[in-house]
Structures are given as C-alpha cells and as structure tokens.
C-alpha cells in the first residue's frame, strides 16, 4: 500500500498531528481541511495529505499565523501553495532572526549581572 492510499481515522489523526477531534471538524468546518474523506459507517477518514497538512498548519499556528490564512489552501495548485509557504518562510527566518538577537541580548544581560554578582563579594 502507497502512502497515497494510506487513510487514517479521527483517532489516528489526533494522535499523528496532536490536534484535538474538535480542532480536526472545527478546520473542516471553516474550510482549512477540505475534501475529507468518509468510510461506510460515514466516520470521517483523513489522507496521509490531509495528515501532513494538518501538522503544517500546526506548526505555523505556533508561530503566530492566524487560522484564516489557512482557509482553502489545501485546495489551491501546487504552485499557490509553494508560493505560499515560501512567504511563511521568510516570516520563520526573520523571527529566527530576532530570537538570535534577543538571545544576545539576554545573554549579555546574565553575563553582565554575573560580573556585578563577582564584585559585590
């Protein structure tokens, strides 16, 4: 079986993305998973896609995208989505960026209290 056959139930899926079977019927309702797939008791049945999908957009959520920036892209031509994530990773490179700064920022901060901390004794 190719991983184009692979299906997963809500189970499943919550279980590979982390994400509760509220989030999961939550983003079909809103239009950020589309096209989901039913077995023949009607139980919803989410692509390996739709599973990696779902873990992208996890990911970009943590990093501050809004929910209806997702809103059809799954649906769009591989060329959209490419375009799409390429901007969303420029965003993850200049927050990577400030992070490295504030890092500085932070350290210097602890090294400069811990020389002070060395002259009080």
């Known amino acids: 079986m190719s991983d184009e056959e692979l299906y997963y139930s809500t189970q499943q899926t919550t279980e590979l993305t982390g994400l ?10 809103i239009g950020i998973l589309q096209r989901i797939g039913r077995d023949t008791n ?8 739709d599973v990696d999908w779902l873990i992208l957009v996890k990911y970009l959520r943590g990093i501050g995208i ?7 892209a799954q649906s769009t031509s591989l060329r959209k989505r490419r375009e799409y ?3 969303y990773q420029i965003k993850v490179e ?19 209290l811990k020389t002070r901390e060395n002259e009080d004794l």
């Open 20 to 29: 509760s079977k509220d989030t999961l019927r939550y983003y079909e309702k």
């Open 42 to 49: 009607n139980y919803r049945m989410y692509s390996k896609e």
């Open 66 to 72: 809004g929910t209806t920036e997702f809103i059809g």
């Open 85 to 87: 994530l390429k901007n």
């Open 94 to 112: 200049k927050e990577i960026e400030e992070l490295q700064r504030i890092k500085e920022i932070v350290s210097g901060k602890i090294k400069f």
